[in-house]
């Protein structure tokens, strides 16, 4: 696939130097406690809605951030839950296999078993209270 270098969009996508994966919870309170005590997740920020649900939280995954808020259909989105994916780059295989060991206890639903992948991934998939997808590996794209 090709680009246009003189589209402005491809100058803005040239220029970006993260993409940060943003989930829609219906209960967007009890996911965070989830992803924090179970995948340990760091919860920088929580800001609140006028109606008491989450508008806009960031959880941070050493130096990755994944943002979340409650779904409610609104101009901006709908309310899709339970649809997202996410990958965590973890810094060992020793990571990834604690991970695993907090989400097994935790009772989450590993769908991909641990294994190690052909290009070098220790790794494992879960998914959390909603249905949402989380990867963790050692697999790191340049």
Same mark, same amino acid.
């Given at each position: 696939?090709?680009?246009?270098?003189?589209?402005?969009?491809?100058?803005?996508?040239?220029?970006?130097?993260?993409?940060?994966?943003?989930?829609?919870?219906?209960? &967007?309170?009890?996911?965070?406690?989830? /992803?924090?005590?179970?995948?340990? %997740?760091? $919860? *920088?920020?929580?800001?609140?809605?006028? #109606?008491?649900?989450?508008?806009?939280?960031?959880?941070?995954?050493?130096?990755?951030?994944?943002?979340?808020?409650?779904?409610?259909?609104?101009?901006?989105?709908?309310?899709?839950?339970?649809?997202?994916?996410?990958?965590?780059?973890?810094?060992? &295989?020793?990571?990834?296999?604690?991970? /695993?060991?907090?989400?097994?206890? %935790?009772? $989450? *639903?590993?769908?991909?078993?641990?294994? #190690?992948?052909?290009?070098?991934?220790?790794?494992?998939?879960?998914?959390?209270?909603?249905?949402?997808?989380?990867?963790?590996?050692?697999?790191?794209?340049?």
């Amino acid at each position: 696939m090709t680009t246009n270098p003189d589209s402005t969009i491809a100058t803005i996508v040239a220029r970006s130097t993260q993409a940060i994966p943003c989930l829609r919870y219906t209960n &967007a309170r009890a996911a965070i406690d989830w /992803l924090v005590t179970v995948l340990g %997740a760091d $919860a *920088r920020q929580v800001h609140d809605g006028p #109606d008491g649900s989450v508008m806009h939280a960031e959880l941070w995954f050493g130096s990755a951030c994944v943002m979340l808020g409650s779904a409610k259909a609104d101009e901006r989105m709908p309310a899709a839950t339970g649809q997202g994916m996410v990958y965590i780059v973890a810094d060992s &295989a020793a990571s990834v296999d604690a991970v /695993l060991e907090s989400a097994v206890a %935790a009772g $989450a *639903r590993v769908t991909i078993p641990l294994h #190690d992948t052909d290009y070098g991934s220790h790794e494992f998939g879960c998914l959390d209270p909603e249905g949402n997808f989380w990867d963790f590996g050692t697999y790191a794209p340049e």
